[in-house]
């Protein structure tokens, strides 16, 4: 699967995306990531009990560039 820019993320279908977290919000079951790239910021929200793979990662919390694919469903363009 190739890259998309957050810019150009399609809303309802499956994207890769690549870039920095800007912002991580580690709960006890949901994790929240920010993540930046130069064309903008999208909100990855992480259900920990369905990807446990995925709850390792941010569990303590890397803040290392961050590649992840999966699927959308809301968006909001900012700068």
């Known amino acids: 699967m190739e890259r998309n820019l957050i810019a150009n993320v399609v809303c309802g279908e ?3 995306i690549q870039g920095f977290v800007e912002n991580l919000r ?3 079951t949901m ?3 920010v993540i930046r790239d130069h064309s903008g910021r999208l909100q990855v ?4 009990e369905k ?4 709850a390792a990662i941010v569990d303590p919390p ?3 560039a961050w590649t992840t694919a ?3 469903c809301g968006r909001t363009r900012t700068p």
């Open 31 to 33: 994790a929240f990531l």
């Open 14 to 16: 499956t994207n890769k």
């Open 26 to 28: 580690n709960k006890r």
């Open 70 to 72: 999966g699927s959308t």
């Open 62 to 64: 890397s803040t290392a």
């Open 51 to 54: 990807h446990p793979d995925l």
């Open 45 to 48: 929200t992480i259900e920990k």
